[in-house]
């Protein structure tokens, strides 16, 4: 028996895996129909100058391809938030200010504000030199 066998087996970070497999594959996607479009362009314009019944049928099977991209986008945007959700993680970021919560009346609010005001608020004062002479004038 080598001495490699006897070093645990390190498990991989699942998450981890799916964050970078999801973010890569967000950017082919996202690539691809970025290719797509200036390519579209260009197939527009030959099949207009052309005429040719072809020239359209190829065009409109690219955009079809385009839209179904977009698709698969939107779906691997969809498969991520199942997965969270399945994971118990909330993958909308939270405003910290949703999560305050206050038990107390009006009245306690307005004397809490009016203390604040009171309060002499601590301010610290640093000179900056701003590289200029002010001995010259």
């Avoid at 996607?29 to 797509?36: D, E, P, V």
């Avoid at 698709?71 to 200010?97: C, F, H, M, W, Y």
């Amino acid at each position: 028996m080598s001495e490699d066998d006897n070093r645990p087996v390190e498990e991989p970070n699942v998450r981890e895996d799916q964050i970078d497999d999801y973010q890569l594959s967000r950017a082919i996607y996202a690539r691809l129909i970025q290719h797509g479009m200036k390519g579209l362009d260009r197939l527009s314009e030959i099949a207009k100058e052309s005429e040719h019944p072809r020239c359209f049928e190829i065009l409109g099977t690219y955009i079809k391809n385009i839209g179904d991209l977009n698709d698969k986008l939107l779906d691997n945007q969809r498969k991520i938030q199942v997965i969270n959700q399945e994971q118990g993680i909330n993958a909308t970021p939270v405003d910290p200010s949703q999560q305050v919560e206050f038990t107390g009346s009006t009245k306690d609010i307005v004397r809490m504000l009016k203390d604040l005001r009171e309060e002499p608020q601590d301010a610290e004062f640093t000179e900056v030199e701003d590289g200029t002479d002010d001995t010259e004038a």
